[in-house]
C-alpha cells in the first residue's frame, strides 16, 4: 500500500493526479491530510502505525512534510513540492530537496503527482513482476503515443 499524504486539504487536486495513477496500476492506497506544522502528533502516531511500504507527501510553501515523515521512517518518503504563490513553488522544491546527510528523500516536479505515483509504483515492481509488466506496458503506450503525434504532425 502507499500512503498519500497532504499537508493541506488545498493540496487535494495534486494528490488527485497521485491517486488516478495508482488506481490505473491497481496499486491500494490511502490518503491523508495531515500538517508536519499542525499536527506533528498525529503525523507521528500515523507514519509509525501505517502498514504503507511507500509514503508521497505533498506540501507548499516551507513544504516540510515529506522530510518530517522521511525522519520517522526507514520507508521510502517521495516528496511533491506544491506551487504556491508565494514563489511560484520553488520555495517548496527547495524545502523538499534539500535534505541533510542520511535522510533522503526522492523529489518529484513541483506539482508532479504523475511521476510521484509512478515512481512508487516503480519502486514496489522490483518485486512485482505483474505491476512491472504493467509498467513496462505504460512506457510503451507512452512511446507509441509520440510516434503517433509525429504522424500526425502537419507541418511540412
Partial sequence: MISVIMGSASDKAIAEKVIKILKEFDVPYEVKVISAHRALNVLEDYVGSTDSKIFIAMAGKAAHLAGVVAGMTVKPVIGIPIKSSTMDGLDSLLSTVQMPKGIP????????????????????????????????????????????????????
Avoid: H
Fill in 105 to 156: 528523500v526522492a523529489t518529484v516536479a513541483i506539482d508532479g503527482g504523475e511521476n510521484a505515483a509512478l515512481l512508487a509504483i516503480s519502486m514496489l515492481a522490483i518485486e512485482d513482476e505483474a505491476l512491472r509488466e504493467k509498467l513496462v506496458k505504460y512506457r510503451k503506450d507512452l512511446e507509441a503515443a509520440v510516434v503517433q503525434a509525429d504522424k500526425d504532425l502537419d507541418l511540412n
